[in-house]
């Protein structure tokens, strides 16, 4: 440190968790410019500015593994949703659906219409959304992949049909042009119209294109509910056939008669991790969110209308509520509200969190940016795993719980010098009161910033401070090389 430039900043007296899953200890940390210079007791050391963090936890900035800010990112750069709860990088690209390279005339197909109402929101080429990033960035770094759906959408006719071998010849090279400009992987959405009648067959084969680039695959399954064992089994064989990693997303076992099957779940990805790279996501709700389809109720007990293109005075209201207004049956309310987006309680408790406690499984939101009514947990979800799950019940530590959202992450989306505190890693930090920090959006009011964050920093600057944010945009797209 001696011999070192005076840092630009010095937070002392932090409880440090590093992120890798040890034990916590008290320290400071110093920072110049992007990166952490210095750790341990800098007391007789100097700052151009100063934090005394007595009191407070100093984490790694948490990385949100399953996003859907494709487009929010550049709408809405501050990312207020996510600063606010200590979220420093967003992986986003997720359930095939991406903004690029997709080029196309008239309203989006759902899901498509997740990230982006208008046609007017895609790229035609990926390189140009990352350069979009680039110029006018945002408050947090940005992990992109590639949408298969997307790239359905971009080649073929109609999707209730298999892609011929030349469609899948022109997906493959626009794949690997993505990877080829910085995209992460491709991610699948298999249980979405667009790719549901895509069989196994033809992921194997764009998947066989991320080897080359040291790319992953991400997949919203084909099947949540009764089928999920055999999606899982759909899941494996890509990724061995492939040979590329794979991330099963959300992870749930959705509908009263799968509840309680995680048991059994989580044994078979156990063991398929002993012969191929696989990891997981979860969210920390019994509730998921979606487009409204009357055939995909998944066994909901209770469903809340996030939006309606024809129908926005809906928005936050119950479905059965809502038929019952209109004296119309479940199935001819969804089609009078559609397009549209809706919540669904479909999870167990005991379920969700069996999942949250597997060591591989990673923390990610899957928050809906753009829905009028959002889900709580595109405002809530990392402030709950630390306030409610570690702290309350007990389910683990803080330290693993730090750990499941920044280092597992990183290690596992090949995030270099981020996710963990150490000298020379980048700068994203968090300083949260472990004792307060809790998750305040509900189903009711989902847009509630967190109690207890204190300060965000992402590459060194600070985004959030006091209960606002800054106004800085440090973020950066993170190209995977």
């Not at 119309?328 to 309310?333: E, L």
Request: aromatic residues 6%; proline residues 5%.
């Amino acid at each position: 440190m001696n011999t070192l430039e005076t840092p630009d900043l010095i937070i002392r007296n932090a409880r440090i968790i590093d992120g890798t899953g040890a034990a916590s200890h008290t320290g400071d940390i110093a920072v110049r410019d992007e990166r952490i210079i210095a750790m341990g007791d800098l007391a007789i050391h100097s700052a151009g500015a100063e934090i005394d963090a007595t009191g407070l936890v100093a984490s790694p900035g948490f990385i949100d593994v399953h996003t859907h800010d494709d487009r929010a990112v550049l709408a809405d750069p501050q990312m207020t949703c996510k600063v606010s709860q200590g979220v420093t990088t967003v992986v986003t690209g997720n359930c095939g659906i991406s903004l690029a390279p997709l080029k196309i005339k008239g309203p989006p197909p759902p899901p498509l219409d997740l990230v982006s109402k208008s046609s007017d929101g895609f790229y035609a080429d990926f390189g140009d959304y990352l350069e979009a990033l680039d110029q006018d960035p945002a408050a947090v770094n940005v992990v992109a992949q590639v949408g298969h759906s997307t790239l359905r959408a971009g080649v073929m006719d109609r999707f209730d049909r298999a892609a011929t071998p030349d469609e899948i010849s022109v997906m493959r090279q626009a794949l690997e042009a993505a990877l080829g400009a910085g995209a992460a992987g491709l991610s699948t959405g298999l249980f979405y119209q667009p790719a549901y009648d895509a069989p196994t067959k033809e992921i194997i084969e764009l998947a066989k294109g991320l080897k080359a680039f040291g790319a992953i695959h991400t997949t919203h399954m084909r099947d949540e509910t009764d089928q999920i064992v055999k999606s899982l089994e759909e899941t494996l064989r890509i990724g061995h056939e492939a040979d590329v990693p794979v991330v099963i997303s959300h992870h749930k076992c959705a509908g009263a008669a799968n509840h309680g099957r995680s048991v059994e779940t989580l044994a078979i990805i156990d063991a398929a991790m002993s012969t191929q790279s696989l990891g997981l996501d979860a969210y920390p709700y019994v509730a998921g969110s979606t487009v409204l389809d009357a055939n995909r109720m998944m066994g909901s007990s209770r469903t809340i209308v996030t939006w309606s293109v024809p129908h926005p005075e809906h928005s936050g209201r119950d479905l059965d509520v809502i038929a019952d207004d209109l004296n119309m049956s479940m199935k001819d309310t969804v089609e009078f509200l559609s397009p549209a987006g809706a919540i669904y309680f479909m999870m167990d408790e005991d379920d969700v969190q069996r999942i949250l406690a597997y060591p591989h499984t990673m923390i990610g939101s899957d928050g809906l940016p753009h829905d009028e009514h959002p889900h709580p947990r595109l405002w809530g979800t990392f402030p709950r795993v630390l306030g409610h799950y570690a702290r309350d019940i007990g389910l683990f530590s803080l330290e693993e719980a730090v750990r499941k959202m920044t280092s597992l992450t990183a290690r596992r989306f090949g995030l270099t010098d981020r996710g963990v505190l150490r000298v020379g890693a980048f700068a994203d930090l968090v300083l949260f009161d472990p004792d307060k920090v809790i998750d305040t959006a509900t189903f009711d009011e989902p847009v509630q910033a967190a109690a207890g964050v204190s300060r965000v920093f992402v590459n060194g600057r600070t985004v959030w401070q006091g209960g606002d944010h800054t106004g800085a945009r440090p973020g950066k797209v993170l190209r995977r090389s």
